[in-house]
């Protein structure tokens, strides 16, 4: 469990001692979630994201994948994914590890001090829908 302690304490004597916590799993949805808005990602460790609204389809799993390491006030953020060929990795690399950080520090108030990308493969636009035909017929 991650925790955040407040500063912003009344100096009253009446005094309440503040602490807010996160569950692991919500920084690592947090981090997913964002990601798979990178122009570029296609899925994290195996999840197919759609190319469609947020790019992320009803019962996706969008924490796997994401392994995080969260302390007090700060988190880093390991991940596998898949990007789209012809992209730029580093290019993804940067705009991924951005994006998670903002997101993070905007909703926990914890600093990425940390972030792995491991592209483990790379897809075509032919592959992607491909895999959109094929979630189609399951679905």
């Known amino acids: 469990m991650t925790t955040t302690n407040q500063t912003n304490q009344p100096t009253t004597k009446n005094a309440v001692d503040q602490q807010l916590t996160f569950d692991d799993q919500v920084i690592e949805k947090i981090a997913g979630i964002t990601v798979s808005r990178v122009p570029g990602i296609v899925s ?13 389809t009803s019962g996706t799993n969008v924490t796997k994948g994401i392994k995080v390491d969260a302390g007090e006030k700060q988190a880093a953020v390991k991940m596998d994914a898949t990007i789209e060929y012809g992209k730029s990795a580093p290019e993804i690399f940067k705009a991924a590890c951005q994006e998670v950080a903002t997101a993070l520090e ?14 483990n493969d790379v897809k075509t636009k032919e592959e992607l829908a491909n895999n959109n035909k094929d979630e189609k017929k399951i679905a």
């Not at 999840?47 to 947020?54: L, T, V």
């Open 44 to 56: 994290l460790d195996g999840n197919m994201f759609s190319e469609f609204a947020d790019k992320v």
């Open 106 to 119: 905007q909703m926990t108030g914890l600093k990425l001090v940390k972030f792995e990308l491991h592209i």
